[in-house]
């Protein structure tokens, strides 16, 4: 049996399957490591990302059936844009290649294989984007009925992504942080399991992507990792990754992880730089990064708590910056992510002419989603077509050249 652990209360009797909060604080629940002692490792023989880091993993068998060949995603060195920010070893992790084009996939992999363990007769999520059409998917593969509750305004393309799975769709007005709680006491009634943001299972499969990296960079851990941040659980998901790496005598040190969010919606950076323990939501969101822009994130108080434990740092970027990082990303080095997820381009850039950090060492951009997922940002980047007669092609191309 799996045990609890909260951040503020610390280990955690029981726990309501249906809940990912601390019954007496209110905070969310992680998976509680296994006893000391326990050898882990990586099983490199094993086809699914999942069987090959099943020693970290709270599931007692994996269902190859369940899964969609989600993680094994390439950490692809950025070498024209690491050359230009003085970064000799810049990289980039490309979640864009999971299953539905976003990191969601592992976490939703993990909460679903345990879910189906559990006896799990519906699932569902809250969502304005990637983790509807995660879910939705997985949901359709193992064949449970699927709740997706989304913000109203959420757009055409979100609900067409989730849609195509046949999950129930359903847009609900009113304020996202309430809706977020009230799935859980909903769905603990009519027997749905939200897998939410937060979700402790979810968390799990975030950890992954922190072994591969470490594998990937062969057998060390970055320098810095840098991670768009919107309710907490992914960056949470890989600090708790690489604390096992730690834990169990696999890594010899831990990066320094910075969590990215849109100066338009930034309540955890405020706080960090003011040096709160909570986050107080802003007046109003105004951001195009729809992904990261959650006002009043439920892992708020466990981010800040880990993040400053860890030394890391938590930073804002405007949209234009996160736009122009996009841009650079797709023409300098051929990747094409969501802006959300350019926003750790944009923070480096920042960071770096400030200085930090200094000397060589591995930094790591998490690029969350693939630009597919937000076509809007097309129509405001810079394009030239050039019109030649079929006569004059090599003449025209000539002056090309």
Request: charged share 20%; net charge neutral.
């Amino acid at each position: 049996m799996d045990r609890f652990e909260c951040l503020a209360c610390g280990p955690v009797a029981s726990r309501d399957p249906y809940s990912p909060f601390c019954p007496a604080c209110g905070e969310p629940l992680f998976v509680a490591p296994p006893c000391p002692g326990r050898p882990r490792g990586c099983r490199g023989d094993r086809a699914l990302a999942l069987e090959r880091w099943a020693d970290f993993l709270p599931l007692e068998r994996i269902d190859a059936r369940l899964s969609l060949g989600e993680g094994s995603t390439p950490l692809v060195r950025l070498e024209r844009l690491g050359a230009s920010l003085g970064r000799a070893r810049l990289f980039a992790k490309n979640e864009a290649q999971n299953p539905t084009g976003s990191f969601k996939d592992r976490g939703t992999a993990v909460a679903v294989q345990k879910a189906v363990a559990l006896g799990a007769r519906m699932i569902g999520t809250v969502s304005t984007g990637n983790m509807a059409a995660s879910t939705a998917a997985y949901g359709a593969r193992a064949g449970l009925p699927t709740f997706v509750l989304l913000k109203e305004g959420t757009s055409t393309l979100s609900l067409r992504a989730a849609g195509i799975h046949g999950p129930r769709l359903v847009a609900v007005e009113g304020d996202y942080g309430r809706l977020f709680r009230m799935s859980v006491e909903v769905g603990k009634r009519l027997g749905i399991m939200f897998m939410n943001s937060i979700d402790p299972y979810r968390l799990e499969g975030y950890k992954v992507t922190a072994f591969e990296i470490f594998l990937q960079l062969g057998g060390r851990a970055p320098r810095a990792v840098f991670v768009p941040l919107s309710s907490g659980g992914h960056l949470l998901g890989l600090m708790r990754g690489f604390a096992d790496l730690e834990s169990a005598g696999l890594a010899s040190s831990f990066p320094a992880v910075v969590g990215v969010q849109a100066a338009g919606c930034a309540p955890l950076a405020a706080a960090f730089g003011r040096g709160l323990d909570r986050c107080e939501p802003p007046a109003r969101a105004r951001t195009i990064a729809h992904a990261i822009a959650n006002p009043d994130p439920p892992a708020g108080s466990a981010v800040l708590r880990t993040v400053r434990d860890r030394r890391g740092l938590i930073v804002a970027v405007a949209d234009e910056e996160m736009l122009e990082a996009q841009r650079e990303l797709a023409a300098a080095e051929g990747l094409f992510c969501q802006p959300e997820a350019a926003a750790t381009l944009a923070a480096l850039k920042t960071l770096a002419a400030a200085g930090w950090p200094e000397g060589d060492g591995d930094d790591v951009l998490v690029l969350t989603g693939s630009g597919l997922k937000a076509p809007a940002a097309l129509d405001s980047a810079p394009m030239t077509i050039n019109v030649l007669a079929v006569g004059e092609l090599e003449a025209g191309l000539a002056r090309l050249v």
